[in-house]
């Protein structure tokens, strides 16, 4: 009876030494056919190599590491673009040069001075002789650098020559691709002070031309709108010190609030009476500059290089790129600015004038009307803009018209207009602001 009990029980419990066994030979069943159990043809979960899943981070960190290799591989593309048309450009050009050379006798002028080690009496054209003469064709001359111990005998004679012990430096304010630019005090006022990296004249054979080109241009400059030459210490390379007077704000700040370039707005937009003054300003300050002789061209006109005072008075400055023109002459150095502003003759290293900087005013004035930075509605690169420029007529997007901004928006697009002979001067361009403040507002 007991026994049969236990059985039972064993039986009723599903537990026995034959369910036992059978349980065993279950389990190795199971194990033998995996996870399909006993489906035939199904792997078992011993044949299975099982690939643990890759960490999220890691897919994410590969991701960003492909996308910055594809940027990568972008602008090398377009920077081979803009180097083959550049040079394609340069090689038409030497071929107009030397069309022109054989055309005028100039060929002839060079191998006969080598051949005889000298010039020849009667192979001079008229034009060589007279200074004042004008040349058949539009000239191209060779840039003239500033001689350092001219610039430093008028600082004596002048009284803007500054003793490095003169100045009580606080903290560091900027920094550019040759320069710190540091705050600090001098004879008790709040200057500004650029230190030319000592590096900069070890590694450019013509860096004291560069640092003496630039305070030429700034100690000849005596306008309300047109940054102050307090003075400088002239001993380069370890003391090429630029002091100025000292201004915080930027117009970039002002218009767009401090960092970097972004599409949301970070500071409300100023009233548009204030924008047009500024706009006013920063052309009269231009059209002091064009209106010296030999006329100043800045060549690098953009919002960080024009300051602010403590009554929002406009002040031109960074005069690191500018260059001296005479009325019938143009430039031909290569590109020097700021790709968004700068004009499409200079990025095709064309021959230009003074024309350059109206093109970069048109840009700046337009930013002043929207409130957006240049090309802001397009994902391009610098150097992606700088090609659109110039191939595909590309220009920042105007303004919403609803007919209040008629004359505002003509002027900017002749401006900005690619034929640098249709742009108008700045002394237009200040005459049809002011006749503009008067009416729009």
Known sequence: MMN??????????????????????????????????????????EAINVVPPMNQNSTSKLELQVAELEKEVLKEKELRAVYKKRMERAQDYLRYCLQVA?????????????????????????????????????????????????VIDQAHLNGWCIHPEEIEFEEKIG??????????????????????????????????????????????????????????????????????????????????????????????????????DRALEISQAMQYLHGQKPKVIHRDLKPSN????????????????????????????????TYVYMAPEVIQCEPYNEKCDVYSFGIILNELLTGNYPYI??????????????EANLRPRLPDDDGQFRELIELICLSWDADASARPSFATITYSLKDLQNRIL
């Open 377 to 390: 509605e397009t994902d391009y690169g610098p150097t992606k803009i700088a090609m659109e420029v110039v």
């Open 175 to 276: 920094q550019g691709s040759t320069a710190h630019i540091y705050k600090g005090t001098w004879h008790g006022l709040d200057v500004a002070i650029k230190c030319i990296y000592p590096d900069f004249f070890e590694s450019n054979e013509n860096g004291i031309s560069f640092f003496a080109q630039e305070l030429d241009t700034l100690c000849r400059q005596r306008h309300r709108y047109v940054l102050q030459l307090m003075g400088a210490c002239l001993d380069p390379p370890n003391h090429a010190w630029v002091v100025t007077e000292f201004l915080s704000t930027t117009l970039k700040e002002w218009l767009h609030g401090p960092g970097n370039r972004r599409s949301e707005r970070m500071i409300p937009l100023p009233l548009l009476k204030e924008r047009l």
């Open 102 to 150: 054989q055309d005028n006798g100039f060929l002839d002028l060079i191998h006969n001075y080598n051949n005889n080690m000298g010039p020849q009496p009667g192979l001079l054209s008229p034009n060589i002789l007279t200074p004042n003469a004008s040349p058949r064709l539009p000239t191209t001359p060779l840039y003239q650098p500033s001689d350092l111990a001219s």
């Open 306 to 337: 024009i300051f602010l005072d403590d009554a929002m008075h406009v002040r031109v400055a960074d005069f690191g790129h500018a260059r001296f023109l005479s009325d019938e002459e143009k430039a031909l150095t290569g590109e020097t600015g």
């Open 4 to 45: 049969h009990q236990k059985k039972k029980g064993g039986a009723l419990f599903g537990w026995s030494p034959q369910s036992s066994s059978a349980k065993k030979a279950t389990a190795t069943t199971t194990t033998t056919t995996g996870c399909c159990r006993g489906i035939h043809g199904c792997s078992s979960l």
